[in-house]
């Protein structure tokens, strides 16, 4: 990713969209609602990552971490595509708890 986005949704997934082909891993760094709202476009919740995207939707905490998995390219990137598989906040990783 070669821009900096002010937090829109549309924006970061749109630069999600132009990662260099063969990237396999891409990580988002940014500010919620943003985070939170990118998060939730992109992932479906499907029969055993539900939990990860529920909880989710209910708080995206500073410094939390959303795990997300997709089968395409990137320009393919698209709403409700991506697999919610992991969703880590910072005090799970005292207590070595968390969902993924």
């Given at each position: 990713?070669?821009?900096?986005?002010?937090?829109?949704?549309g924006?970061?997934?749109?630069?999600?969209?132009?990662?260099?082909?063969?990237?396999?891993?891409?990580?988002?760094?940014?500010?919620?609602?943003?985070?939170?709202?990118?998060?939730v476009?992109?992932?479906?919740?499907?029969?055993?990552?539900?939990?990860?995207?529920?909880?989710?939707?209910?708080?995206?905490?500073?410094a939390?971490?959303?795990?997300?998995?997709?089968?395409?390219?990137?320009?393919?990137?698209?709403?409700?595509?991506?697999r919610?598989?992991?969703?880590?906040?910072?005090?799970?990783?005292?207590?070595?708890?968390?969902?993924?």
């Amino acid at each position: 990713m070669t821009g900096a986005t002010g937090g829109d949704t549309g924006e970061s997934a749109g630069l999600a969209r132009e990662t260099a082909p063969g990237t396999r891993t891409l990580l988002i760094v940014g500010h919620d609602p943003a985070l939170q709202e990118l998060t939730v476009a992109l992932a479906r919740a499907r029969a055993g990552d539900a939990d990860a995207l529920t909880r989710v939707q209910v708080k995206f905490p500073t410094a939390a971490i959303a795990v997300l998995e997709f089968t395409g390219t990137w320009p393919e990137l698209r709403a409700q595509q991506a697999r919610s598989t992991a969703f880590v906040v910072p005090r799970e990783l005292r207590t070595g708890t968390g969902s993924g």
